[in-house]
Structures are given as structure tokens and as C-alpha cells.
């Protein structure tokens, strides 16, 4: 198993993977890293049309801009409301502000289940105490979740089933 991507232990929001994915102003400044890993890692996918950004409102106003913004659940009526299905590959936007100017962290889905997501989240809590890194996660559906962006209008990213 390899070992986990980490922070340096006495510089927060540091570490040479971390400083090689930003620019010389994020490493700098020790900005928060959540949005540039997951923008990063879409631009390693292959979505370019998206640029690196530490924030993680920047994602959002992208997607939106783009009509590749889900409300994770939308009010289809008074007393119905649909909760929005994301896909392998979407970047889901966590506590965001009702203008989606602000959000608070950021993640790439997995994998989705009835109940629970399964992300891969950078600057998140490790299984290195007092270290964040890079984790998966699973949460709750009914969770903090505002929406997901989608790398595609049309459809989700299609992971592979087996090793090849």
C-alpha cells in the first residue's frame, strides 16, 4: 500500500505534492487545498476546459456557468423535492451559502449508494493523527452536501469494472 499523501507536519496546508499541484502563490500563502486537488485531478481525467482554483466557489460558479451545477435536492413542488444523483467522477460542493459564492470543502465522487457517497477528498482529516491529506471518505447523503458539478453536460464519467 502506498503512503498516504500528507501535509508536513509543521507547515499546514504544505507539502511538496501540495506546492507541485498549485502555484507558487497557493504554496506560498498555504491556501486551503481541497479545490485544487479535485480541479487537479479532473485535469488529469482530461477535463481542461476547468482551470486550477483554491476555492472552492470557484468549482461551483464554473458549473453553474455551465449548466453543470446540481442542487444536490431540488423543490419540485410545495410539499415534494427530488434529491439530484450524482455519478462516479461529479466534484461534490459541501456548506455551501444560498449565492454559491462561498462553499466550505470539496470532494470526488466515487462511488454512490443508497444512502452514502464515497469521495476522495484533498486537506481532509488522515488516518495520520494531527495530519491532513488526502482520504476517502464516506458520508451521508443527508449531509452537508449543497451539489455536484458534472465534468460533462451530457453524462458521468465511466469508471472501469475490472483491473485491466
Known amino acids: 500500500m502506498a503512503a498516504p499523501t500528507l501535509e508536513d507536519t509543521k507547515s499546514p496546508n504544505r507539502s511538496r505534492l501540495i506546492c507541485a499541484m498549485g502555484t507558487k502563490e ?17 485535469r488529469m481525467a482530461g477535463v481542461r476546459a476547468i482551470s486550477m482554483t483554491p476555492a472552492v466557489s470557484g468549482i461551483v460558479q464554473w458549473g453553474i456557468a455551465r449548466g453543470r451545477w446540481h442542487e444536490a435536492t431540488k423543490r419540485i413542488s410545495a410539499t415534494k423535492t427530488e434529491r439530484y444523483k ?14 454559491r459564492t462561498y462553499c466550505d470543502h470539496t470532494g ?4 454512490v449508494g443508497t444512502r452514502t457517497l464515497t469521495t476522495i477528498e484533498g486537506n481532509t482529516s488522515s488516518p495520520v493523527k494531527g495530519r491532513d491529506g488526502v482520504a476517502t471518505k464516506v458520508r451521508s447523503l443527508d449531509s452537508w452536501i449543497s451539489g455536484y458539478i458534472t ?14
Open 26 to 42: 497557493s504554496c506560498a500563502q498555504r491556501w486551503p487545498w481541497c479545490a485544487i486537488f479535485a480541479t487537479t485531478m479532473w
Open 86 to 99: 450524482p455519478g462516479a467522477g461529479d466534484i461534490v460542493a459541501y456548506g455551501c451559502n444560498r449565492s
Open 108 to 111: 470526488i465522487v466515487a462511488r
Open 151 to 164: 465534468p460533462v453536460s451530457y453524462t458521468h464519467l465511466t469508471l472501469p469494472t475490472k483491473r485491466i
